[in-house]
C-alpha cells in the first residue's frame, strides 16, 4: 500500500471520529429536556431537592424545574392534571400506592438492598416507585434521667413509676392516636386489615378481633397507672424535655431535630411486647417515595433523575438536610453508627409493618380514633362495644 493512500485512510478515520464526536455532542444537547417535579417538601427538604436537581443539570444537561404543592391537594391535583403536570413526584407516602397506580409509570425492578422499601411500593408485581425516606415511632429517652434502658414492658412501668415518684412526668404517649397505638394491636395479634393473596383483605377488619380487645383492654389499664401522659402535645413534650421533666416519650424521628435543639441528651429504643402479647411490638412503618408520572414525555430522564435522588448518598444527605430517615437499611444504619440516637427508630423501621396501601384507609383512621378516644373518657363502656361501634362505622364507609 503507497504511503499516499495510507495518509489518506488515516485522515479519513480521523476525520469520521471528528464527525461522530460532534455528531454525539449535537444529539446530546438536542434530546436535553426540561423536567418538572412536584413535591410537598419544604425548608431543608426542600433546598436538598434543589441541590439535587441543580446536580443532576450539571451531570446530564436536563433542566429540573420545581414546583411545592400541599401535601393534602398533591394526589387529587395529579390526578386532575394533563401533560403540564408533573414529570416526577416526590415524596408519595406508600400508603397511597393503590390510588395513584394509574397516575404512576411502571419502573424498572432492580436489586436495591431495600427489598423492603421496594415491596412497598409495588402492586400486583410492578414496581411504581423508587423508595426515599422510612420512619416509625420508638421509645425516646434522656440516658441522664434513665441510664439503662427497659428491654420488658415490666421494666419500663418500674422506670415510668420511678419517674412519677420524682416528680418527673413519666413516660408521654399519647394513647388516643391509633397510628402511634398501631404496634400494639400488631402484637395482640389485630391488623387493620386481614390478607388475602397478598393483597388487603377488607372484609377482614382487625378491630374486629379478640386481638384488638385484648389490645384495647391493655391500653385502657395502661391510662389509669401513674407517670403515663397522654394528653402532651408535640410542643409541650419537647418543652417538658428540654426542661429535664420528661424522660421517656414515644414519637417518630420527624421530632429528633427539635429534641437536638433542647440540649438534652437523648437515645432511642423500640418499645418492649406488652404483656401477654404472642408477637413482638410491630409499629407502622411510613414510607415515602419518588415516582415517574405515567403522562411524561420524557420518561427515561425522568426515570434517571428518580433514580439520582434515590441514592443511598442522597438519602443521607436528605436526612442531613431535614431529618427524614432513609428507606434503604444501609443509609440508615450508617447514620445510626454515627448518631446513636437513632438507633431505636432504625429497629423500629426493620420491626414494623408498612400501611396497608389502600384507599379503605383512609375510612379506618377516624372511628379507630374515637375508639381509643372512648376507652380513655368512659371507662364503664366495655372496650369491646366500643371497637364493635368503630367497626360498624368502617363497614358502613366501605359499603361492606
Given at each position: 500500500m503507497s504511503g499516499l493512500r495510507v495518509w489518506a485512510m488515516c485522515y479519513l478515520?480521523?476525520?469520521r471520529r471528528?464527525?461522530?464526536t460532534l455528531l454525539f455532542l449535537l444529539v446530546g444537547t438536542g434530546q436535553a429536556v426540561t423536567l418538572t417535579v412536584w413535591t410537598h417538601y419544604v425548608k431543608g427538604d426542600r433546598d436538598w431537592l434543589n441541590t439535587q436537581a441543580h446536580d443532576f443539570t450539571a451531570r446530564t444537561g436536563h433542566r429540573?424545574?420545581?414546583r411545592t404543592v400541599a401535601f393534602g391537594d398533591l394526589w387529587r391535583r395529579w390526578s386532575s392534571a394533563d401533560r403540564a403536570g408533573p414529570d416526577v413526584v416526590v415524596g408519595v407516602p406508600d400508603e397511597w400506592l393503590t390510588g395513584v397506580a394509574p397516575l404512576a409509570a411502571p419502573l424498572p425492578a432492580r436489586a436495591l438492598g431495600d427489598e423492603a422499601g421496594q415491596q412497598a411500593f409495588t402492586l400486583a408485581g410492578r414496581v411504581l416507585g423508587l423508595p426515599l425516606m422510612a420512619e416509625a415511632?420508638?421509645?425516646v429517652y434522656n440516658p441522664r434521667l434513665v441510664p439503662r434502658p427497659p428491654t420488658t414492658w415490666a421494666e419500663l412501668e418500674e422506670v415510668v413509676a420511678a419517674e412519677a415518684k420524682a416528680a418527673r412526668l413519666g413516660l408521654a404517649l399519647d394513647l388516643t392516636d391509633p397510628y402511634t397505638q398501631a404496634g400494639v394491636f400488631h402484637a395482640y395479634g389485630a391488623p387493620m386489615f386481614g390478607q388475602k393473596g397478598g393483597e388487603a383483605d377488607l372484609a377482614a377488619l382487625g378491630l374486629a378481633t379478640p386481638g384488638a380487645a385484648q389490645a384495647a383492654t391493655f391500653l385502657r389499664e395502661l391510662g389509669g397507672r401513674p407517670g403515663i401522659r397522654s394528653g402532651l402535645n408535640d410542643a409541650s413534650a419537647l418543652a417538658a424535655f428540654g426542661h429535664g421533666r420528661l424522660a421517656l416519650w414515644v414519637t417518630g424521628p420527624w421530632n429528633v431535630e427539635h429534641l437536638f435543639r433542647t440540649g438534652q441528651d437523648l437515645r432511642s429504643v423500640p418499645l418492649p411486647p406488652p404483656p401477654g402479647a404472642a408477637q413482638s411490638w410491630q409499629p407502622y412503618v411510613g414510607r415515602?417515595?419518588?415516582?415517574?408520572?405515567?403522562?411524561?414525555?420524557d420518561q427515561p430522564a425522568a426515570l434517571a433523575l428518580a433514580q439520582a435522588l434515590t441514592t443511598q448518598g442522597a438519602q443521607i444527605m436528605l436526612y442531613k438536610a431535614g431529618g427524614r430517615l432513609p428507606s434503604h437499611p444501609a443509609a440508615r444504619a450508617q447514620l445510626a453508627n454515627e448518631d446513636r440516637t437513632?438507633?431505636?427508630?432504625?429497629q423500629a423501621i426493620r420491626a414494623g409493618v408498612p400501611i396497608p396501601s389502600s384507599p379503605a384507609v383512609f375510612s379506618v383512621w377516624a372511628p379507630w380514633r374515637e375508639a381509643l378516644r372512648r376507652l380513655q373518657t368512659e371507662p364503664r363502656?366495655?372496650?369491646?362495644?366500643?371497637?364493635?361501634e368503630a367497626v360498624r362505622q368502617i363497614r358502613a364507609a366501605l359499603k361492606l
Open positions: 478515520r480521523k476525520v471528528c464527525l461522530s429540573v424545574q420545581i415511632v420508638a421509645l415515602q417515595g419518588v415516582m415517574v408520572a405515567a403522562r411524561s414525555p437513632l438507633g431505636g427508630f432504625d363502656q366495655p372496650a369491646r362495644a366500643l371497637l364493635d
